[in-house]
């Protein structure tokens, strides 16, 4: 059993002590760079706004807005990871759905390759969104009950390569299936066939069917069983090597995060208080919050 696998399966019995109302002074690092100098970065946020309106009364007249992201900057460099961390609630999320154009910020700038994304239209944004692919926290729930393993991987292989016929489909999708360590026999199965880890995989298959070069991974292995989240991280990282693929890695937990990432983004009330190297996060967190969070991982 590998430190990882040991360490996640100690941390199920360990409650986290961090919650709700951790909003304290803004005394962690804030420079934003994930890239070494000089290299430009495939992905830049800046001043990063989100905000959705509260309706209330009668009228549903709007009341407030709720500042999901509030002004977060960050770099991500190509073929690194790069750990998204915060409480349920901090904003992780949005920022992941605004990369993929999901949601259209209130204000701000994203940058991918230097081109500004943040502001395309759906048409406009067509080319990026198989660039840039997200992998779904629930398994359950992200893929489609009704479609075969053949259908779900198929659709987003007939969006983007509309020149692909129904073999060379198949065909590519039975090599997913083996890439990510499921048999290519399966692909006529329907998702309640499979296991959470498998439908994970599954997850995982389709958002490499398109050859992306950047996923969002938004909480991936949360709802699994403790012991299979080992593997499915072991997996993304293996499929990382491999592909040379930058990841965006969203997480509540730091442990998690730690073990892969490059640069970790801390986020606490849609704000990022503080972002630093692993390494620096870990040796000497600054501000209180990311303290908090890493009083919550238990440590072997
Ligand atoms: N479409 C929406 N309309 C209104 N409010 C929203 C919407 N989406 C998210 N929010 C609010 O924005 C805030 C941030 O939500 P988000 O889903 O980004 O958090 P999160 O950090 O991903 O949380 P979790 O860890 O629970 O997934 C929350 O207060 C949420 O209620
Ligand atoms: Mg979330």
Do not use: W
């Not at 990882?4 to 420079?31: D, Q, W």
């Not at 007939?158 to 290519?184: K, T, W």
């Not at 403790?226 to 930058?246: F, H, K, P, R, Y």
């Not at 509540?252 to 190297?277: F, P, T």
């Amino acid at each position: 059993m590998s430190a990882f696998h040991l360490k996640v399966l100690i941390m199920h019995n360990t409650s986290n002590s961090y919650s709700s109302a951790m909003a304290g002074p803004e005394t962690g690092r804030i420079s934003i760079s994930s890239s070494p100098e000089g290299i430009k970065p495939l992905l830049e946020v800046k001043n990063l706004k989100v905000y959705f309106p509260v309706h209330g009364g009668l009228l549903r007249r709007i009341r407030g807005y709720v500042h999901a992201v509030d002004d977060v900057s960050f770099n991500v460099s190509s073929g690194s990871t790069v750990g998204l961390v915060g409480e349920s609630g901090s904003g992780k999320t949005t920022i992941g759905r605004c990369l993929v154009r999901l949601i259209r910020p209130t204000a701000g700038s994203i940058r991918y390759l230097g081109v500004e994304t943040g502001s395309l239209s759906k048409k406009t944004f067509f080319p990026y969104r198989k660039k840039i692919q997200m992998i779904f926290q629930d398994p359950f729930n992200s893929l489609n009950p009704r479609m075969s393993v053949e259908q779900i991987l198929g659709e987003p292989l007939s969006i983007h390569f509309p020149q692909m016929n129904i073999e060379q489909r198949r065909d590519r999708a039975a090599g997913l299936l083996r890439q990510v360590g499921l048999d290519p026999d399966h692909l006529r199965r329907y998702p309640h066939q499979f296991s959470g880890g498998q439908r994970q995989r599954i997850g995982i298959a389709r958002a490499l069917a398109v050859e992306p070069e950047f996923i969002i991974c938004d909480e991936p292995v949360s709802a699994l069983d403790v012991s299979v989240q080992a593997t499915i991280i072991n997996l993304l990282q293996d499929l990382q090597e491999e592909l040379g693929l930058t990841y965006l890695f969203i997480a509540h937990d730091l442990a998690i995060v730690e073990h892969i990432s490059n640069y970790v983004l801390v986020m606490n009330q849609g704000k990022i208080v503080e972002q630093a190297s692993a390494e620096d996060i870990y040796r000497s967190p600054q501000h209180p919050y990311t303290i908090k969070l890493l009083e919550a991982v238990p440590r072997l």
